[in-house]
């Protein structure tokens, strides 16, 4: 049974940073695409950062690009989110979604193997 697990979500101040974590079981985590997604009440959930299984392509949405770092330790089977310099639009439940062998995507349905989410607040 495969298993996507989100940690590290809190309430933070505007300027402060979180590391946000996923760690999965059940599949082959080297073989797959991993990715953070973040949704709002009312809004679509949208793609935030992506790391191909190969390691050679990352992808950040504009609003995080400089700010947010994205890794993974394949021997951990976990993916990391380092966020810095946070803003309280960075207020979201972020979500850790894996994708096998596959190239990133920021669409949703590409994502087979999806977490329970874990929230981050960024009070101004």
């Known amino acids: 049974q495969v298993q996507v697990v989100e940690s590290g979500g809190d309430l933070v101040q505007t300027g402060g940073s979180l590391r946000l974590s996923c760690t999965t079981s059940?599949?082959?985590?080297?073989?797959?695409?991993m990715a953070w997604f973040r949704q709002t009440p009312g809004k679509e959930r949208e793609g935030v950062s992506c790391l191909s299984w190969t390691g050679s392509t990352t992808t950040y949405a504009d609003s995080v690009k400089g700010r947010f770092t994205i890794s993974r330790d394949d021997a951990k089977n976990a993916l990391y989110l380092q966020m810095n310099s946070l803003k309280p639009e960075d207020t979201a439940m972020y979500y850790c979604a894996a994708l096998y062998r596959g190239s990133c995507s920021g669409s949703r349905s590409n994502y087979r193997y999806w977490g329970q989410g874990t929230q981050v607040t960024v009070s101004s």
């Open positions: 059940g599949l082959p985590f080297a073989l797959y695409t």
